[in-house]
């Protein structure tokens, strides 16, 4: 398996676990939201059907499924959702695996999918992490009542150059299409890959900011063929920045309160 396959399996992973971080956020606001049972099984339908792909495109390819799931009670498991439940509905159907609250079930699949990385770690690229935060964006602006207009008045807040206009020579400039999705590619040529250039956003919450480098290093990598970019958290510093927001230093969309600042200085 060569390197851009790799991050091609590497972005079944990473929208399986970014399943689970809706999953997560959808435990922690259940008061909030309208039809939390439809929002919980589409979560669920994406998890299970790219921890299977991650499973069908690496260890469990070539025929070794039975001998995999015959002797890992977590893969089959796995399987047994996708295809009983998910994939279509088998007549009788019962959860394999009964959770105490919906934040219990989010934290167990964690680990689950945990598991699946390492099992399929000689198929992932090396640097690939992990890393589970609790934020769904589009749950995230309904129940923040964000729209468009709003976003674009926070980013001008967060970036004082935000859609400043660039002066640049035209003359040594050069331009390429921006990639949203990986699937763009194919069927081009290498010449015609080389027109697509990679957009790297920051989000609207450190979360989404996370979530979208992330996403953002895995289309370059599979664009490049070669290149392995990643970003993690860095855990101490990832806690001091949620602890600076819980107390009010930033507010829920990463701007800083500069009075607050003032205030904790002399105080």
């Not at 002797?71 to 439940?85: P, Q």
């Not at 994939?87 to 394999?96: L, N, R």
Request: proline share 2%; net charge negative.
């Amino acid at each position: 398996m060569n390197n851009s396959e790799k991050w091609q399996l590497a972005r079944n992973l990473l929208d399986a676990k970014k399943a689970l971080d809706s999953l997560w956020y959808i435990s922690k606001h259940i008061k909030e939201l309208y039809d939390v049972i439809g929002l919980c099984y589409n979560s669920r339908s994406d998890y299970y059907i790219n921890a299977c792909a991650v499973l069908d495109k690496s260890i469990c390819s070539n025929n070794k499924k039975k001998a995999i799931v015959d002797t890992d009670s977590t893969v089959k498991r796995i399987y047994t959702e996708r295809d009983k439940h998910y994939a279509h509905k088998d007549k009788g159907y019962k959860p394999s695996f009964p959770y105490s609250s919906l934040e219990a079930e989010a934290l167990s699949l964690q680990n689950e999918l945990r598991h699946i990385r390492t099992m399929c770690a000689d198929y992932l690229p090396d640097i690939l992490t992990l890393d589970f935060v609790c934020y769904d964006g589009r749950l995230f602006r309904q129940i923040e009542k964000v729209n468009p207009t709003d976003e674009e008045k926070i980013n001008a807040q967060k970036y004082p150059l935000y859609n400043q206009p660039v002066y640049y020579d035209k003359h040594n400039t050069v331009s390429f299409k921006a990639l949203y999705d990986v699937d763009d590619l194919n069927g081009l040529s290498e010449e015609e890959k080389s027109k697509y250039g990679v957009v790297v956003e920051n989000g609207l919450t450190f979360e989404e900011g996370l979530q979208k480098r992330q996403d953002a290093c895995i289309r370059l990598n599979i664009l490049s063929g070669s290149n392995d970019w990643w970003c993690s958290i860095n855990e101490d510093v990832w806690k001091e920045i949620l602890y600076l927001r819980d107390i009010g230093v930033f507010d829920k969309f990463g701007r800083i309160d500069i009075a607050k600042c003032r205030q904790d200085h002399y105080e």
